[in-house]
């Protein structure tokens, strides 16, 4: 190598800063580790297999009660979603992924609908290390267009509908059944942990919100001072969370030191945490839990958020 093809158009040891990705000090990862237990993993064998016994059912859901409330955070296996799909999504996600930035604008998100792509998004106004593409469950998905409750004026939102990779569409749809009935599953495990019956909330999700996000976090050459994404709460009900063998993602601890714990990669297992609308429905007993994504400054990290919500004009307040 030459010396004029090694001096780069960076000299050594800089970097160009974007002011607008980095966080406040007392926001920036810090480089120790927490030691020590992580979120509680659950086997959801009990609901997914054939005839379950009714002891196994009780003491599964005794199990999720106690992980809502002292994490809110849990991981779950056994949980019935082939381990294909999830495969064919995760690689449907890095096709896309990997194209032109020009090519992923022609989906980009726009004013017509909350789906499609864009790589813009702050969290309590740093922008994140990241880039995102969200797929609507239900098409149309209604959605309300401002959020005064007299404007009964309503959007009718549809999926972009990306051309490549081929068969995008068909996988993320088949995607989509499978967070539902899984959803379902849990929904009613957290109804009878609260001692509700086991359909109270089913009434919530004809018309869902729900949707998917395929998350991108590029490798971070300041992944120090940036976060993949900011500290934050879920706004939804639930959230269904897929992540590759990378790790970034973590979790502040409920108890008195709220340290940051990572929610280290379990191959095959799901994320899931309570986010704020369960908060409500359980009057406090199950807390939205507060969470962030640190970057690497090496490897590219993938997830799948499914983000659970109810119909737009459900009425959120503490159930009986
Ligand atoms: C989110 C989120 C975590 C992750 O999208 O709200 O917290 O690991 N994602 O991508
Ligand atoms: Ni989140």
């Not at 280290?264 to 807390?287: F, K, R, T």
Request: aromatic share 10%.
């Amino acid at each position: 190598m030459n010396e004029s093809s090694s001096s780069s158009s960076q000299a050594m040891g800089t970097i160009d800063v974007d002011q607008a990705f980095i966080q406040e000090p007392e926001h920036r990862p810090s480089l120790s580790t927490i030691e020590g237990q992580g979120i509680p993993v659950i086997d959801l064998s009990p609901v997914t297999s054939n005839n379950p016994s009714l002891s196994s059912i009780n003491a599964l859901v005794k199990e999720i009660g106690s992980a809502c409330k002292e994490w809110g955070f849990i991981q779950v296996t056994n949980h019935g979603v082939p381990l294909s799909l999830r495969q064919n999504l995760l690689e449907a996600s890095k096709s896309f992924f990997a194209q032109s930035l020009q090519d992923k604008k022609k989906v980009s998100r726009d004013e017509t609908s909350a789906s499609g792509y864009y790589d813009t998004e702050h969290t309590k106004n740093v922008r994140d290390w990241k880039e995102v593409f969200d797929f609507l469950a239900k098409e149309p998905t209604l959605f309300p267009l401002t959020s005064d409750e007299h404007d009964d004026r309503i959007l009718h939102w549809t999926n972009k509908n990306p051309q490549y990779p081929p068969h995008f569409r068909d996988i993320l749809k088949e995607y989509i059944k499978e967070m539902e009935k899984l959803s379902y599953k849990l929904l009613e495990l957290i109804a009878l942990s609260l001692g509700l019956e086991s359909k109270r909330f089913e009434e919530f999700f004809g018309d869902q919100t729900s949707f998917v996000r395929l998350k991108y976090y590029p490798p971070c050459p300041y992944s120090h001072l940036a976060l993949g994404v900011g500290p934050h709460k879920d706004s939804g009900a639930l959230t269904i969370l897929a992540q590759d063998d990378v790790g970034g993602l973590q979790v502040k601890r409920k108890t008195h030191d709220q340290e940051w714990i990572n929610v280290e990669p379990i191959p095959h297992a799901y994320i899931i945490n309570l986010a704020d609308i369960i908060q409500v429905w359980s009057n406090g007993a199950y807390e939205s839990v507060e969470h962030r994504v640190i970057v690497n400054s090496e490897k590219e990290r993938f997830s799948i958020p499914y983000f659970l919500f109810p119909a737009h004009d459900t009425e959120v307040k503490p159930l009986k």
